[in-house]
Structure formats: C-alpha cells, structure tokens
C-alpha cells in the first residue's frame, strides 16, 4: 500500500466498562491494550485496543454519550447501530481465537464458509459478541 493509501483508522464501539472490555479484547480475542493505564489515571477519556499497526477499536464509555459534543447525535448511537466490526486473521490465529473464546465460555457461531469481504471469498468465519453486545466476526482468507 502506497503510504497516502485510503485505510481504516479505527471503530469505536460503545461499552459500559472500558477496562472490563478492554480485558476481554485482550485475553479473549488477542488484542493488545492501548492506553489503558491512562484511562485508569483519568487523563484520556478512552481507552483502545490494537488490531494491527494501522487500526485500533476505541472502547468509548456509554456514560459519555450524553456529553458528546462534538458529534451531533453521539447519545443516538449509543445503541449499537453498528451490525457487526471484522478482524481477518490468519488461519492459525483464527483456530486460536476461536479456541480462546470457547475456553472462556464466550458463546460462538457455527463456522460460515465463503462469505463475501474486502478481499474476496473469505474461506471461514464466525461470530460473537463482547461483554457490550457489539458483535464480531472472525475470518480467514487462506
């Protein structure tokens, strides 16, 4: 990709307890924290947690809805109007999240098989949800 290439940033998802997610994303999905100490100390209104060098999902506070300012309409979407976010993972950590997540009892689809994504016919996928009710699928192309 060509360094001025249009890419994804980041998602912020609503969640009640930003350390408890951020711990979910963590130990269940695999995702490192950002921030978090920062948000525990008060001085960021928000902590994240990285998908890879270029993306992060922000695990914004639904208490701060209401004080949203700076975008109209913030406490609207605090209700999850988002259907679902994606990580494309390779295979081996496609088997390993989705062994984590069982391991730690978080519920999980049946395994779809050539659904349709940014880059093609993804081989398999799954679904599940975060403590919040914000739904992810997992996918892996080869």
Not at 44 to 49: A, H, K, Q, R
Not at 106 to 132: E, Q
């Amino acid at each position: 990709m060509k360094d001025n290439a249009t890419r994804l940033d980041h998602v912020v998802l609503w969640v009640r307890e930003p350390v408890a997610a951020a711990d979910f994303y963590e130990t269940a999905v695999g995702l490192a924290p950002v921030r978090l100490a920062e948000y525990s100390e008060g001085t960021v209104p928000f902590p994240s947690v990285r998908v890879n060098d270029e993306t992060i999902l922000d695990l914004m506070p639904l208490s701060s809805a209401e004080r949203m300012r700076m975008l109209p309409g913030a406490a609207d979407s605090a209700g999850h109007p988002v259907n679902h976010v994606c990580l494309a993972l390779p295979g081996d950590r496609f088997e390993e999240l989705r062994s984590r997540l069982e391991e730690q009892a978080v519920p999980v689809s049946d395994l779809s098989y050539d659904s349709f994504g940014a880059r093609g016919a993804a081989r398999r996928s799954f679904y599940f949800r975060d403590p919040d009710g914000n739904i992810v699928e997992a996918r892996h192309y080869a």
